[in-house]
């Protein structure tokens, strides 16, 4: 059988690729622990321990970090939900991917972008790893969503495009922080309980309390007056 040789990786590029991991790590936990508008490329550059403009050899602009960093984690989202089983039923999938993406963000490695930001955009349409990624996990998630309400475990009333987005914000929830800030619950506990806000609602699920019937031969209570 025909041996294909390992393609060598001259130490230069393997020199690049190691700077560009490490700018990705830094990008990452300055997005999530700064946000977009007060993270610098300046911060960026001490966190790795390189010059601000090595910074701009691997990436042109602030926009194309926050780009390339998102692209990143679309990566590991596909990675995480190819990697599920196969017979795992559809919300169970669901529920699995946003827990990961919750455990991403109390950990400090999810991207915290704004919502509106003409630049930002721009970089992020440009970028074919965020599209296809973007592209790639909604499709997912959106065929679990489709499967969840056909067997009754998602509410099929509900149009699918807003379930989508409902798990999409999940992984930039707010309610995280304050839940983390006031130190009342784990990060474990912190993930069951936005789950089952998530998944289970806020509507209480008691049964009501059944009917006492009259007992046998008794006459009904007189009405009052």
């Given at each position: 059988?025909?041996?294909?040789?390992?393609?060598?990786?001259?130490?230069?590029?393997?020199?690049?690729?190691?700077?560009?991991?490490?700018?990705m790590h830094a990008v990452n936990h300055l997005l999530a622990d700064k946000g977009f508008d007060c993270m610098t490329v300046d911060e960026v550059a001490a966190q790795v321990g390189i010059a601000k403009a090595s910074v701009y050899k691997h990436f042109p602009?602030?926009?194309?970090?926050a780009a390339a960093a998102m692209a990143q984690i679309l990566r590991r989202a596909q990675a995480y939900m190819e990697a599920l089983p196969v017979n795992l039923?559809?919300?169970?999938?669901?529920?699995?991917?946003?827990?990961?993406?919750?455990?991403?963000?109390?950990?400090?490695?999810?991207?915290s972008l704004p919502g509106q930001n003409c630049r930002l955009r721009a970089a992020l349409v440009a970028n074919p790893g965020y599209m296809n990624g973007l592209l790639a996990v909604s499709e997912q998630l959106g065929q679990w969503i489709a499967i969840a309400q056909a067997?009754?475990?998602?509410?099929?009333?509900?149009?699918a495009t807003a379930v989508?987005?409902?798990?999409?914000?999940?992984?930039?929830?707010?309610?995280?922080?304050?839940?983390?800030a006031g130190g009342n619950y784990s990060d474990a506990e912190i993930m069951?309980?936005?789950?089952?806000?998530?998944?289970?609602?806020?509507?209480?699920?008691?049964?009501?309390?059944?009917?006492?019937?009259?007992?046998?031969?008794?006459?009904?209570?007189?009405?009052?007056g």
């Open positions: 059988m025909r041996t294909i040789p390992a393609v060598k990786v001259s130490f230069k590029a393997q020199a690049l690729q190691a700077r560009e991991d490490a700018i602009s602030k926009e194309d970090l039923p559809a919300l169970e999938k669901l529920r699995s991917v946003v827990r990961w993406a919750i455990e991403r963000k109390l950990s400090g490695e999810m991207p067997q009754g475990s998602l509410n099929p009333q509900l149009p989508l987005f409902t798990l999409y914000a999940r992984a930039c929830d707010p309610v995280l922080e304050f839940l983390k069951d309980l936005v789950l089952s806000t998530c998944f289970d609602g806020l509507n209480a699920r008691a049964e009501p309390a059944p009917c006492s019937a009259p007992a046998p031969g008794s006459s009904p209570s007189p009405s009052p």
